[in-house]
């Protein structure tokens, strides 16, 4: 059974408190996603750990469940004082 966008941006949510996340359903079969994850608690690391943030905030779920995701992530932009 696929998994549905809300149930992967709360899993994200979960494990990220500070994230923004966006779910698009690529294909319409609830197996193909596309996420945009943008963080503060992103800046200052490596592209591969904030992913490694995303998919370990999905419990294994890649591949199985959730067979797709086009993963983005990104940090907020900066505010200057």
């Known amino acids: 059974m696929p998994m549905a966008a809300d149930d992967i ?4 949510r979960g494990a990220i408190p500070d994230a923004t996340v966006e779910i698009t359903d690529l294909a ?3 197996d193909h996603y596309a996420a945009r994850v943008v963080a503060e608690s992103f ?3 490596s592209r591969v750990i904030q992913q490694r943030r995303v998919y370990d905030a ?3 779920r ?5 067979h797709a995701l086009q993963l983005t ?3 907020p932009p900066s505010t200057g004082a």
């Open 9 to 12: 941006a709360e899993m994200i």
């Open 43 to 45: 800046r200052g690391q």
């Open 28 to 30: 319409g079969d609830g």
């Open 62 to 66: 890649m591949g199985g469940v959730l």
């Open 58 to 60: 999905l419990g294994g």
């Open 73 to 75: 992530t990104a940090v």
